[in-house]
């Protein structure tokens, strides 16, 4: 079963269960699956499934972030908890720790010595660690090391 195929049993389990957020949750990403096949027609693998729920979550942390600062809760906890739905589709994160070591080696590797040389650890770090940190979090990572 992929991961597909997954979320939308993961669909109907939560409408049996008469579980409305997540059920809502859920059809806003098929929603979003459905969009890019028709799109750009062509058949989703799941790397191209986790990229999707990795956009989905940025865009629903942004959109948490802006209703915060709006004095919104209520619509900052709907965004907050269909990023904790989204989650549990995504591969485990990297550890600070591990985060560290890891581009510890792609710095090693690429040769990178000062900040400026940022472009090429994270042109290497986004690649290698696809799914496994988030963007941001690689990039403070790497100027920490190389500052």
């Not at 992929?2 to 579980?19: E, F, G, P, S, Y």
């Not at 550890?95 to 090693?108: N, R, W, Y």
């Amino acid at each position: 079963m992929n991961l597909r195929d997954k979320i939308n049993q993961d669909v109907k389990d939560a409408m049996k269960a008469k579980d409305n957020k997540k059920r809502d949750a859920l059809r806003l990403l098929t929603s979003a699956f459905k969009q890019i096949e028709v799109d750009e027609r062509k058949e989703l693998n799941d790397d191209d499934v986790i990229k999707i729920i990795q956009s989905q979550v940025k865009r629903r942390d942004d959109a948490a972030t802006q209703y915060r600062d709006a004095g919104r809760d209520d619509l900052m906890q709907k965004e907050l908890d269909e990023i904790a739905c989204y989650k549990e589709y995504l591969p485990a994160q990297l550890s600070d720790d591990e985060l560290s070591k890891a581009i510890k080696d792609i710095i090693a590797k690429v040769g990178a010595e000062t900040i400026k040389d940022i472009g090429k650890v994270m042109g290497a770090a986004s690649k290698e660690l696809s799914g496994k940190a988030d963007g941001k979090r690689i990039n403070e990572c790497a100027k920490a090391l190389l500052s």
